[in-house]
């Protein structure tokens, strides 16, 4: 609420011209007067409204049924108006005993008939500006939880994509520490065996298409360790200063290639952008990792296209593609070695060029829906 908000005040009293009477010495822009007959009119109106707006009640004592000691003491009983200043009016009895039965029951203030109006003006007001000060005090604390409140869930939700990302990373050194350990080991018996095999298929020893396949899958095999290997931490980079347009326009042609003999369309558009250091095999890697597989995603007639423009220091280089996009379960797994949802897929492609970015320091922003998937790949400006 704004201090402009008017505060309600409410007006209990069963005769009707004692009601105007305060109604036209307490009428005010700054007010909301709510006039009551009788104590069961006003728990009513308490049970039935909201008292947060609710400065102050001014309340008569004498009253038919109810009278206002019984009424105050309903109202202290209950936890939303437990704490209202209720202001007894009275023009009966001034003793002293009377008054403290007053207090008693809940009053806060006491005023007897005939008031004088400028004292019940100050009395009123008094209250109404405690009231205001409380609820701009309650306002700013609420202001101030909602604010904690919204900082701990997007502390909260950063955190756990930094763990996720963390995790990732993580699986890609450890898949890339096992692949510097062991694809030596592995490719040296298959050389023996590629060996043996073209050695038999010289002699003529095995059927020649028999020696064929399995010098196929040797190739096949090789192919796979050649992408696991791209993965080392280790792996040895050969940083250069140039432009990523470079690179995009060298790769264009091939990528035009593959896009028309599956009957799609590549779009490249070039932005002003910096240059940067980066590996520039690994770079062209990448983009062919990314742009086979958004290729492979699209039915024909689809379009793939390739963007570089700035983002603030960072260089982006975007990929689209209008494919059916990527289900919401797969998107935490997307980069792990091995996960795939092709059918002849290694799961390795997409982990080579989430090992390639982190190499240079590059963060892979991904977007998703059955429109399409956008990957944004951000490189650190100098």
């Not at 399995?214 to 096949?220: A, D, Y």
């Not at 797994?333 to 390639?356: D, M, Q, R």
């Given at each position: 609420?704004?201090?402009?908000?008017?505060?309600?005040?409410?007006?209990?009293?069963?005769?009707?011209?004692?009601?105007?009477?305060?109604?036209?010495?307490?009428?005010?822009?700054?007010y909301r007067l709510i006039s009551l007959k009788s104590g069961e009119d006003v728990l009513r109106y308490l049970m039935r409204e909201d008292m947060q707006n609710v400065a102050v009640i001014l309340l008569d004592v004498q009253m038919p049924g109810m009278n206002g000691f019984e009424t105050a003491k309903l109202i202290k009983k209950r936890e939303r108006t437990k704490d209202i200043p209720i202001i007894f009016i009275t023009?009966?009895?001034?003793?002293?005993?009377?008054?403290?039965?007053?207090y008693e029951a809940g009053s806060i203030d006491y005023l007897f008939k005939p008031f004088h109006p400028d004292l019940l003006k100050l009395k009123v007001e008094a209250f109404v500006q405690m009231h205001r000060f409380h609820r701009d005090q309650y306002d700013y604390l609420e202001s101030l939880v909602r604010e904690r409140t919204q900082e701990l869930i997007i502390a909260s939700e950063e955190r756990v994509a930094w763990e996720k990302e963390m995790a990732k990373l993580d699986r890609l050194n450890l898949v890339g520490e096992m692949a510097a350990g062991i694809a030596h080991e592995i490719r040296n018996p298959m050389t023996t065996i590629r060996g043996f095999l073209q050695m038999a298929k010289k002699n003529k020893t095995m059927a020649d298409e028999y020696i064929d396949i399995?010098?196929?899958?040797?190739?096949?095999a090789n192919g796979i360790i050649t992408e696991f290997l791209s993965l080392a931490k280790n792996k040895a980079t050969n940083f250069q200063t140039m432009s990523l347009n470079d690179i995009i326009a060298s790769m264009e042609p091939l990528i035009q290639a593959?896009?028309?003999?599956?009957?799609?369309h590549l779009h490249v558009n070039y932005g002003s952008i910096a240059e940067l250091a980066v590996d520039d095999k690994e770079i062209r890697q990448l983009l062919l990792n990314m742009a086979i597989n958004g290729l492979e995603a699209m039915q024909p007639g689809g379009a793939f296209t390739i963007s570089t423009y700035m983002e603030g220091a960072a260089v982006v280089l975007k990929l689209e593609d209008q494919g059916s996009g990527i289900k919401a379960?797969?998107?935490?797994?997307?980069?792990?070695?091995?996960?795939?949802?092709?059918?002849?897929?290694?799961?390795?492609?997409?982990?080579?060029?989430?090992?390639?970015?982190?190499?240079h320091q590059a963060d892979i922003e991904l977007q998703s829906s059955d429109q399409g998937t956008v990957f944004a790949i951000k490189f650190k400006g100098a």
């Open positions: 609420m704004t201090m402009n908000t008017p505060v309600d005040i409410v007006l209990v009293d069963d005769h009707a011209e004692n009601l105007l009477a305060l109604e036209a010495v307490l009428s005010s822009p700054d023009a009966i009895n001034k003793s002293v005993d009377h008054v403290l039965q007053g399995m010098l196929e899958e040797l190739n096949r593959e896009a028309m003999l599956s009957g799609m379960e797969y998107l935490e797994k997307l980069g792990t070695p091995f996960f795939t949802t092709k059918e002849k897929g290694t799961g390795l492609g997409l982990a080579v060029c989430y090992s390639i970015a982190a190499r």
